[in-house]
């Protein structure tokens, strides 16, 4: 349902903008629902430089250019109170601009004087007052495929319905997803991993046929059966895995319990292309099980295996991300993710554990032990098959809880040092250095970390058994 708009509340701040100019877009329509509006986008007939240079001017603001191709700027901070971004009319007029837009709802528009009625040349109002997402034109989206996932994103934050026609077309428009430069693609993606329920919203973009095309190996994993152990097939699992995500990250304590702080404080630190660490494991959880359908074997005995799926999967991973061109850091987390995901899992049946083993796993899930963790937790609770009893998964979320506490005690005992370095072990044993030497220094650091080194003469004696064990080669 719209609501009443406050036009001079709205373009209050655009008054220094001395050229013909109008709002459009989302903030527009945000505001006509009553919605919190944190960003306008503005058109005008005059020089988008020249109007954000004096937008800039009179609210004390930092202005930048966004697009050289299309000459958009964006003005932001000082007393302006919203990010304003200004763009030239597309086609050269407002009628050609609306004309151009995608859907009906963003194609309403407002002058930034404050004067005169909202402009509506395509029933964008009627659709905000039913709640119907609804296409501008019938080429709206084979025009930019990109925008399927935007259908998507905005019709799950907005709760609206799509239009029949408008789902028939991104249907249509969706396999050119895959030939859209990869940082569109991404930008809009990313604000489907950000939403509240990711999950939802994802869903909503594989009604549409949009995962597949965006992520080919999910679609390849829609219909895969698993072992007895599951009851979804890979793509339901994955998505389950996903909201499993989303709900520890909402609230870890029924997991995690006393340590639920240091989930969330992990989960909630920035990492890369404005995601938290939180929000960059649900890209992780979607992608952590890619390789299954390219891995599924069956035994002999008819047991269903995906041998070796986190490797595989983790170089899939590696290079859908290159081509979506984020950056190496946000690569480089998603990989690991994948290709740790069943380390966890392994160590249930290994215990009980000494420190020196939970030292391990965090050193090999190093520098994200909690989200390795966390996601172990969700993929082991996306599993409820016939064969899965719940003993299985209890003591998998008992692992992982004292899991996270060793973690948290060792993170404690940092820096761990060990009392003779490198050079003084080498002299003692007298080898030269070599790859034998990292092996010895990680191995005096799990004896300290189990009380039996804590000075020199203790690191020496060990050393020696160590190195009785490990002789040199000739």
Request: hydrophobic share 45%; glycine share 8%; proline share 6%.
């Amino acid at each position: 349902m719209t609501h009443r708009l406050d036009a001079r509340a709205l373009t209050a701040p655009l008054q220094p903008l001395d050229a013909p100019a109008w709002v459009v877009g989302g903030g527009l329509r945000d505001a006509l629902l009553g919605r919190p509006v944190a960003d306008l986008d503005v058109v005008t007939q005059g020089d988008p430089a020249a109007q954000a240079k004096a937008l800039a001017i009179a609210h004390g603001a930092s202005r930048f250019q966004l697009s050289r191709d299309f000459g958009a700027w964006r003005v932001t901070g000082g007393s302006l109170g919203v990010q304003v971004d200004v763009m030239p009319l597309l086609g050269g007029s407002l009628e050609s601009d609306l004309a151009r837009r995608d859907f009906t709802i963003n194609a309403l528009a407002l002058s930034a004087s404050g004067e005169g009625q909202v402009i509506d040349r395509h029933g964008g109002l009627d659709d905000l007052a039913d709640g119907r997402m609804a296409l501008v034109g019938p080429s709206a989206l084979l025009d930019d495929p990109v925008r399927v996932l935007r259908l998507a994103r905005i019709a799950d934050a907005l709760g609206f319905r799509i239009d029949a026609s408008a789902a028939d077309a991104a249907r249509a428009a969706a396999p050119g997803i895959g030939g859209a430069p990869g940082e569109r693609v991404m930008e809009e993606f990313m604000r489907i991993i950000m939403a509240p329920d990711p999950g939802r919203a994802v869903r909503a973009l594989d009604a549409l046929g949009g995962l597949g095309a965006l992520v080919p190996q999910l679609e390849d994993c829609r219909g895969v059966d698993q072992s007895e152990y599951h009851h979804l097939d890979v793509l339901g699992h994955t998505l389950e895995v996903l909201d499993n995500v989303v709900a520890i990250e909402a609230d870890p304590e029924p997991v995690f319990r006393a340590d639920a702080g240091l989930v969330t404080a992990s989960l909630a630190e920035p990492l890369a292309d404005d995601l938290t660490r939180g929000q960059a494991l649900r890209l992780t959880a979607l992608m952590h099980d890619m390789a299954k359908a390219e891995t599924r074997g069956v035994m002999d005995s008819g047991r269903i295996t995906f041998i070796g799926h986190d490797r595989r999967g983790a170089e899939m991973a590696d290079a859908w991300m290159r081509r979506m061109r984020t950056s190496n850091r946000l690569r480089e987390f998603v990989v690991r993710g994948v290709r740790d995901h069943l380390v966890l899992g392994f160590m249930v049946h290994r215990q009980p554990l000494t420190l020196a083993q939970y030292d391990r796993y965090l050193r090999r899930v190093a520098p994200d032990p909690v989200e390795a963790i966390v996601l172990s937790v969700a993929d082991r609770m996306a599993t409820d098959g016939p064969r899965t009893t719940p003993i299985q998964i209890t003591r998998h979320l008992a692992l992982a809880r004292d899991m996270l506490a060793a973690h948290a005690r060792i993170a404690a005992m940092e820096p761990i040092r060990p009392p003779l370095d490198g050079a003084a072990l080498a002299q003692v044993l007298e080898r030269p250095p070599g790859p034998w030497l990292a092996e010895l220094l990680v191995a005096t650091r799990e004896e300290q970390l189990m009380g039996r080194v804590h000075d020199g003469p203790t690191a020496v004696a060990f050393a020696q058994r160590w190195d009785q064990a490990h002789p040199a080669h000739p």
